[in-house]
């Protein structure tokens, strides 16, 4: 068996073209979506990452602002630079980048953000929101897992789901999402004894654990469909996922390539969740005085 590639790359242009029609319908009423990314210090990766969710956001005409603070910045300080883009009309998507320094404490930062331009879903009131299938921001990088699959036709209801990972960015919301979906889920992490056992069992398996070529094919039932969430950088400079990609093609019906699978995704997702932040203003202001919003 050879598996057939996930090109998240030829997914996103799809879902991008769609965006862009929307942000020009938004840019007619005055209302062009904003994006503001804080990056704090100077960690090249984060760089990388930020400077493509600029171009990202300049590709469908959407407006996007970069503030690079410096790593002494205060906890307090950061704080207030979020306040004041919570307070800006043209922003409706703020992000902060993590990881940041050590002397900020992640979780305080995030929760200063408004749950209305939590774009990247992390907020307390969005992730409980995701709990009981109602939140409007899902996190990035798992609700475009979920997008690849819808896009590529396979089925989720009815299938055995097996996540291996359980942060608060992909794992834990990616098994919310995939209940929603009429899935069964297993989540396994470090402390899961016989992962193998799991994983072999999966219809459908996500690997999000950050260890380079951890999943080997001796680890994958035949068929399965198989989603790598990591990214890792190797001793000589290149990419690699979790999954053993060579070995894993050929058994897999599905696979996702790192790079080129779910990163292109996660981004778009963010571009996704912008753009509705925006609809849902314009949609609210646009409202007789006193007429409730859902």
Not at 212 to 220: L, S, W
Not at 224 to 253: E, H, M, P, T
Request: proline fraction near 6%.
């Amino acid at each position: 068996m050879s598996a057939k590639i996930i090109d998240g790359k030829k997914i996103s242009e799809f879902f991008r073209a769609e965006y862009k029609e929307r942000v020009e319908r938004l840019a007619r009423y005055d209302a062009r979506p904003g994006l503001a990314v804080i990056i704090v210090g100077a960690d090249p990766a984060s760089e990388v990452y930020v400077r493509n969710k600029g171009k990202a956001c300049e590709s469908i005409g959407m407006h996007s602002e970069i503030h690079a603070l410096p790593a002494e910045t205060t906890q307090t300080e950061l704080i207030a630079w979020v306040e004041k883009l919570n307070a800006m009309p043209a922003i409706h998507g703020v992000l902060v980048q993590l990881p940041l320094p050590a002397h900020i404490d992640d979780r305080a930062v995030i929760e200063a953000i408004h749950p209305d331009k939590d774009v990247d879903g992390f907020h307390c009131a969005n992730m409980g929101a995701l709990v009981i299938d109602e939140s409007p921001f899902p996190p990035c990088t798992p609700y475009g897992v979920m997008k690849m699959l819808a896009f590529e036709n396979i089925p989720i209801e009815g299938k055995h789901v097996v996540i291996v990972g359980r942060s608060n960015i992909v794992g834990k919301p990616q098994a919310m999402l995939m209940l929603k979906a009429g899935a069964t889920v297993t989540v396994c992490h470090s402390k899961t004894q016989d992962l193998a056992k799991f994983t072999r069992d999966a219809d459908i398996l996500v690997a999000a654990v950050g260890r380079a070529n951890m999943v080997r094919a001796d680890m994958v039932k035949p068929g399965a469909v198989v989603i790598d969430v990591g990214i890792n950088r190797l001793a000589d400079g290149k990419l690699c996922g979790d999954v053993d990609f060579v070995s894993v093609s050929a058994v897999a019906s599905h696979i996702t390539p790192v790079p080129g699978g779910v990163g292109p995704m996660t981004i778009t997702m963010l571009l996704g969740n912008t753009l509705r932040a925006a609809e849902r203003k314009t949609q609210l202001q646009m409202l007789p005085t006193g007429t409730a919003f859902a």
